[in-house]
């Protein structure tokens, strides 16, 4: 039996951003958070206590996407400057960009394998690249207006897209085709995911509507108007049992999936939230608000009914050929309406940790080098996942732990070089000005001996990571066999 339902907490706040945060999403593999912001950054947040926030930068327009790779490797971002970003989430924050669509990019997301991207893009277009040439495979083209999101099926075999041509479209990756087209009169949809089992589809609708389909049977499952406003942002809870949905009426939504009822309202920002994302494990789950704020909660949702239901998605994604998932049978449809019945939870006054302060946030910024800069020493080849091959990026296969040496200098799109910004208290960065070659020369020693300190220190909260959970499994499994001898 699971444990009893607890309410949502909210843990703290982070803040850093000077622009509406459009997209949260949780490292896979470490305690980490990425945020994108309108503002052009991106962040890295470590959620331990008194660790420094880290700011990339590198698009020259808002930032309207981010997401972790599975395998927890790499990080790629969308960008209003019409691009795409594949980064090496380091201290150095490596990064290549993707150029092919022709106007702002909406949104970024991985396969599964980690092999594969997907872009969407005002351009009405879903494009799919490969990450280990970073280069364009193929472009899927019929929608007839912007393209919002574009996602991966967990199984990596179809890719699902919303655009403002008021459709959803089901694309088989592999015939590269348009398999399924669910229209929709009420309104469009402002972002689409698949559930973790991959057998439906989650629609935020502008028309205040969250919708869930049966992508096997085609069929409406689910359709709640539990929002007084637009949906921006949904994401499912790893057992696929409860949704959370992110509005610009400042709500953010818990839903519980099996009975079809509205469990939470919560509170917590002012004004419009754009996007929520939970956790792996599902333990906790992050949002992020047009106010610049990133709220991250706890919860204990199927604390521990959803481990046995994350090992049956997990075989269902390695499945044989099509069709799709048909062992598990689609629920009976029924649609839901609005209910009042739900918990309603205004943190502002109830903050667990209103205590810690803010963050020291570092500038990593990879920009093309300018005569007012001299140049940097040469530096031994790197193996790292951009390694050079005829002027062209490869990718290798160290782990990022060991992919920033001191000085790490590489050819991303021409010569680039690493420049660490101070950032004063309104947010803004000094520029970079001209100085003797003598003095520049003792600042890159200076910078050298800091950033070894830092790669030390990363290393080491790392390695501190992976003790603790490996002590946290020894005592789980300690108490499991206690249990069975007792029994």
């Not at 990596?156 to 348009?178: M, Y």
């Not at 009042?340 to 302060?357: A, C, G, H, K, L």
């Not at 290798?396 to 070089?417: F, I, V």
């Amino acid at each position: 039996m699971a444990s009893a339902l607890e309410d949502p907490i909210l843990i703290r706040y982070f803040k850093g951003h000077k622009n509406a945060v459009s997209c949260v999403a949780f490292n896979p593999t470490t305690k980490a958070l990425a945020t994108s912001s309108l503002d052009r950054f991106l962040m890295i947040w470590n959620l331990r206590s008194n660790s420094k926030a880290f700011r990339f930068v590198g698009h020259l327009e808002g930032v309207t996407c981010v997401q972790f790779s599975p395998d927890g490797h790499l990080l790629a971002s969308a960008s209003q400057d019409r691009t795409a970003r594949l980064w090496i989430p380091c201290i150095y924050g490596e990064s290549v960009s993707l150029k092919g669509h022709i106007a702002p990019v909406c949104s970024v997301n991985f396969s599964q394998d980690s092999q594969f991207l997907a872009t969407a893009s005002n351009d009405k277009t879903v494009k799919v690249w490969s990450i280990h040439s970073q280069r364009l495979l193929f472009t899927l083209s019929q929608h007839t207006h912007w393209v919002r999101c574009a996602k991966y099926s967990p199984d990596g075999r179809l890719i699902v897209s919303c655009s403002e041509d008021k459709t959803v479209k089901v694309w088989d990756v592999r015939n590269k085709t348009c398999i399924d087209n669910i229209i929709d009169y009420d309104g469009f949809a402002n972002y689409v995911d698949f559930s973790p089992d991959g057998t439906c589809i989650a629609c935020a609708g502008s028309d205040h509507t969250v919708k869930i389909w049966d992508i096997r049977i085609n069929k409406l499952l689910q359709q709640h108007q539990v929002h007084r406003a637009g949906v921006n942002c949904t994401s499912f809870h790893p057992s696929g049992n409860y949704l959370i949905t992110a509005s610009d009426d400042g709500t953010l939504k818990i839903m519980d999936l099996l009975g079809g009822r509205l469990l939470y309202t919560l509170h917590g920002h002012e004004g419009p939230v754009l996007s929520v994302a939970f956790s792996k494990g599902g333990e906790t789950f992050a949002s992020g608000g047009s106010d610049a704020q990133v709220l991250l909660w706890k919860t204990n949702f199927d604390a521990l009914e959803y481990k046995k239901l994350l090992k049956e998605h997990m075989r269902r994604i390695h499945t044989d050929e099509p069709p799709h998932l048909l062992d598990i049978y689609p629920r009976s449809p029924h649609r839901h309406n609005a209910k009042s019945q739900s918990v309603e939870i205004n943190p502002s006054y109830d903050v667990t940790d209103m205590q810690t302060f803010d963050p020291p946030v570092v500038d990593i910024s990879s920009v093309a080098s300018v005569s007012s800069i001299s140049p940097a020493k040469p530096s031994p080849p790197l193996a790292t996942p951009f390694a050079h091959q005829d002027g062209v990026e490869k990718k290798g296969s160290q782990h990022p732990s060991a992919l920033c040496p001191p000085m790490a200098k590489t050819n991303l799109e021409g010569e680039n070089r690493y420049i660490m910004h101070t950032v004063d208290k309104s947010g803004t960065m000094d520029e970079a000005v001209s100085i003797s070659p003598v003095l520049t020369n003792a600042l890159e020693h200076i910078v050298e001996q800091l950033d070894i300190l830092t790669l030390t220190v990363s290393v080491l909260e790392q390695r501190l990571t992976l003790t603790e959970d490996k002590l946290k499994e020894c005592l789980e499994n300690q108490q499991k066999l206690l249990l069975s001898v007792q029994q």
